[in-house]
């Protein structure tokens, strides 16, 4: 598939139109605090943060390689049935972000799409070995997840990801976020999402 026939999809504007709401986002700090995922906010109320706080980013760097991400996993996804993916997408914030409040209540504070990029990714690498159980590549895309998984819990005891830095000092990766992810990636699995429909 080629970038025109993706953007014939309506699959390929829910992505670009998640990316753009981000862009708006990231041009405006003012708004962090209001979109952020905020454990204690959301506790008093305040359920858009579940959704938001995946828009909100911790500086340029953090931005455009989760954005960018995304986008290019939005190409790989390829076509699927709109309607439902774009389902998919919108509750896959929410599922990683009630994981997170609920399974990891330490972690306040939560930005990114980096989650959401790692259940993609995730989804594309077992789908593409289910088509050809011989692919070397996809299998390797799994085990680094499953080593940045570790390393981010053991080495960087729940600090990993000195790749990219953050504007706020504060923030370390949630790496019970991308856990989450590996879940909701295996039920998408599961679930079927891997079959392909016409745009």
Known sequence: MNVRSWLKCRLAWVFLATALAALVIQSQPAWRPVLLYDRAAISR????????????HFGWPHFIADTGLFVILGYMVGVRPARLFALVLFLLPAVISA???FFAPSLTRYGGLSAVDLALLLFVAGQGWQRNWKDWFWPAVLAIYVGEIVLESTVGHGRGGGMIQFDDPEVHVATSAHIAAAVCAGLMLVGGLGRKASP
């Open 45 to 56: 109320g305040e359920w858009w943060r579940v959704w938001t706080g995946h828009l909100v």
């Open 99 to 101: 994981a997170v409040y």
